[in-house]
């Protein structure tokens, strides 16, 4: 490196960057694109540019950058990624949970300020004073003196400085020696910059612990965390049972045959039978991709490097089917391959393209959970309850902290099947015989009703009219009437009820209903899956960790950061991708024309030489497990209910 370094002084390259685009390179590692571009791509962050900063200097931004090779991940109205050849920007506010302030996001990474004087503090955590809108021109920052008291006011947002806060502007002013408001700008920019690089590399250093590069693996804390937890369900694979099989010699009838390949093929052939019979000794009779038990009817003679022929030393002995699958593939990725088909009913999978129409039904049935849906208004005292009982408590829950526990639980694992309804079907969920969705009609029967009066069984997503007061009633019916021309449209609200039609309900929480009184008046259709806890030791690492922090201080961190984890993991399971746009950017007035006129358009922005186009995908690729949320959202509903 200190080579490098000399090379940069004397002129011979711009940067690091430049000394690495020089290098040529032999054979090519197949991840040697990533590794380049992860090389060249410096990140910049910003807390919430992506929201705000960004959209300011937008236009600025991009003919500075320009638009020619530019990638960008839009979440309206927010950037989350705008990626270039040589930089990636990004927001850390795409890694923490919602709403969290920069103050609370250095506290959690860095502590926070401990100084008892908050005034005299210089630890450099604190937060720092500016006079925003007294800088009414560039030439005020020359300015030799303490701005006044009242400079620190805010018009804009109705607030005046403490006299804490004041002293606090003449203490700094006085400490660091500073001889005009710039010094103090530098002052306060510092204390935003400094603390922020920090936090940054301190929850970089979390990350690693999973073997994760934060800014290279995900764009948002959600695709960090999915990828977490699908390592700890992968780390926890099955392998197969590697029982001796029974002694036997390998066919010698087969030697010809493997001559004539490699004859054929123009390859050396040099493989012995005594060398067959001892692989066979040493794999215990075994198949060595996928250790099923051989026969002399199953072996066959593999090639280790299909470069070569049967050659003594290039030979391991496997089944005939695996032989044939494995073609070119390396023996670790088949192998691999091999432990994941072992484990398919442990896994939760993709639905594929043979099941496409399952996906549909998943995605029309898929409800979040409730939120404050069964009274709007209750007042300790006053509201009246149970049949004309006064209210004496009021209690909030929060049903978020029930979704680690609900992945912990039986998830729809393997390949998704249906399979059409049958006689007996009830029966055989209510036995644990088959296990998934069954799509049925739902009722609660009239004398279960006060059962379930605090909480409806039921939850759906229906097409609310609001432009009829029988369906929202007579007080939101007004309100909606005086809002004029801000009226609310009909749209869909979840909501609770007593019954439901044509809806996909998982047989755990269908249990529960058949048990507390629920009547199916009609079924429909079972989509069928393997029933396994896939995610439970995600669900015990996230627990003891946090479990940790709680009893040792100086884990607090790293609790923190991986009660985020589990709280996020499975969100992108439930993504709407159909919501998913292509954002391409054109300077060229055929092709702007030719993108509008296209089917797929969706949006433009103007931007100083070129213009952001944002159009629907033409084809979408829906690889999430959506059967994944749906199955958590229904065993939360299921633990509410209990």
């Excluded at 009066?453 to 007061?469: A, R, Y």
């Excluded at 998913?580 to 089917?599: C, G, L, Q, R, T």
């Amino acid at each position: 490196m200190s080579d490098v370094e000399s090379w940069i002084e004397e002129g011979k390259y711009a940067s690091f960057f430049d000394f690495h685009r020089s290098l040529g390179f032999g054979k090519q590692r197949s991840d040697y694109g990533k590794l380049k571009q992860q090389l060249d791509q410096v990140p910049v962050f910003g807390f919430n540019s992506g929201r705000y900063d960004i959209n300011l200097i937008k236009k600025d931004l991009f003919a500075v950058i320009s638009t020619d090779n530019i990638k960008s991940v839009i979440k309206n109205p927010s950037y989350m990624c705008i990626a270039t050849s040589d930089m990636k920007m990004l927001a850390i506010s795409n890694y923490v949970p919602a709403g969290t302030s920069y103050d609370k996001y250095l506290t959690t990474y860095l502590g926070g300020c401990k100084c008892d004087d908050k005034i005299r503090c210089v630890c450099g955590l604190g937060k720092g004073l500016f006079p925003y809108e007294y800088i009414t021109a560039f030439n005020v920052l020359n300015q030799p003196t303490i701005p006044p008291k009242s400079a620190f006011d805010s018009k804009l947002r109705g607030t005046s400085i403490t006299g804490d806060d004041y002293e606090r502007v003449k203490f700094v002013w006085g400490y660091y020696d500073m001889k005009s408001i710039k010094d103090l700008l530098i002052w306060y920019n510092n204390l935003d910059v400094v603390p922020f690089i920090k936090a940054i590399k301190a929850q970089r250093e979390l990350f690693k612990r999973f073997d994760l590069d934060m800014f290279a693996d995900g764009v948002s804390l959600p695709g960090l965390s999915e990828k977490v937890m699908c390592q700890t369900c992968f780390n926890n694979l099955q392998y197969p049972n590697k029982k001796p099989a029974n002694a036997f010699q390998f066919p010698a009838k087969r030697m010809g045959g493997y001559k004539i390949q490699d004859a054929k093929a123009k390859r050396k052939f040099g493989m012995t039978l005594e060398h067959l019979n001892t692989l066979l000794q040493k794999q215990k009779y075994l198949c060595g991709l996928c250790y099923c038990q051989l026969t002399a009817d199953t072996a066959s003679a593999d090639r280790i490097n299909n470069n070569l022929g049967h050659i003594d030393g290039n030979i391991l002995i496997s089944c005939v089917k695996c032989n044939t699958a494995r073609k070119d593939m390396s023996l670790g990725g088949f192998r691999y391959k091999k432990l994941l088909e072992f484990n398919s009913d442990r896994l939760v999978y993709s639905i594929d393209r043979e099941e496409k129409d399952i996906y549909a039904k998943m995605k029309a049935n898929i409800t979040g959970g409730p939120s404050i849906i069964f009274n709007r208004y209750a007042k300790r005292n006053e509201t009246k309850i149970r049949g004309g009982k006064v209210c004496k408590k009021i209690i909030g829950y929060d049903a978020n902290a029930l979704y680690l526990w609900a992945l912990g639980n039986e998830m729809p694992c393997g390949r998704l099947t249906t399979v059409e309804a049958y006689d007996g079907i009830i029966d055989d969920i209510k036995a644990d015989k088959v296990f998934g969705f069954l799509e049925c009609d739902i009722r609660t029967l009239e004398h279960h009703k006060q059962y379930f009066g605090e909480m409806t069984p039921i939850f759906k997503n229906v097409l609310i009219d609001c432009t009829n007061e029988s369906v929202i009633g007579k007080h939101m019916f007004d309100y909606n009437e005086a809002r004029k021309q801000s009226r609310a449209n009909p749209a869909r609200k979840l909501i609770g009820s007593y019954f439901g039609e044509k809806i996909l309900i998982y047989t755990p929480l269908l249990k529960w209903y058949l048990s507390h009184g629920m009547e199916i008046t009609k079924t429909y259709c079972f989509i069928k899956a393997s029933s396994h806890k896939a995610f439970a030791p995600f669900m015990e690492a996230v627990s003891n960790t946090r479990r940790e922090g709680d009893a040792d201080k100086s884990k607090t961190m790293i609790a923190e950061m991986i009660k985020l984890v589990g709280n996020s993991a499975f969100g992108r399971s439930g993504m709407d991708m159909s919501k998913h746009k292509e954002v391409k950017y054109e300077s060229n007035d055929k092709a702007i024309k030719s993108k509008i006129e296209h089917f797929t358009f969706h949006g433009l922005e103007e931007l100083n030489d070129a213009c952001e186009i944002t159009m629907k995908k033409h084809r979408l690729n829906n690889k999430n497990p959506i059967h994944l949320s749906i199955a958590i959202y229904q065993l939360a509903k299921l633990r509410g209910g209990h």
